[in-house]
């Protein structure tokens, strides 16, 4: 009797894969449309952020709340700073459960790819005219507002939605 060949061997572990599906690359681990999807979460969350945040900035009394306190100086910039950080991880929560319910095998790829053309697009007249970095630190604190919120935010909802508690079913003897 001859052996069976690879394709023809399956079992309920290892189910045959349709060779109609395995053209379209849908058991290939990164899919083209996964990372179509990150891109375009990614932009859809930068686009939104930017008309939140003009629209926060003309209305919000924070800064007139932290003045009348009596922050002057640094203490304010680093207060209003870690409340924009703050405000943004919260604003990124549903770009970070939609990339999330991608299932990606790297988050890091994903992540990427989510964060990439937003940033380029904030940033392009700098990529373009590299002399408007002559004073590069004052744009530390903007970049940082742009990479680090949705990160931050992803990992804290791919924490929230991964199942914590262990398989306990009593299997018997």
Known sequence: MAAPRADDVSSRRYPRQDPWLKRLGYFRKYRSASFIAAILIGLAQTYILVRLWGYISVYTPLP?????????GTALHV???????????????????????????????????????????QYRLFLVDPSLLKNWAIFIPGVLLTLVPLPLATLAMRRTLAQNSPNNRWRGP
């Open 64 to 72: 007139n709340w932290l003045l009348a306190s009596g922050l002057k």
């Open 79 to 121: 207060t209003v700073f870690l409340i924009d950080a703050l405000c943004n991880v919260v604003f990124c929560l549903p770009a970070a459960y939609a990339i999330c319910k991608l299932k990606p095998p790297l988050l890091f790829v994903y992540l990427i790819l989510a964060i990439a053309p937003g940033f380029i697009w």
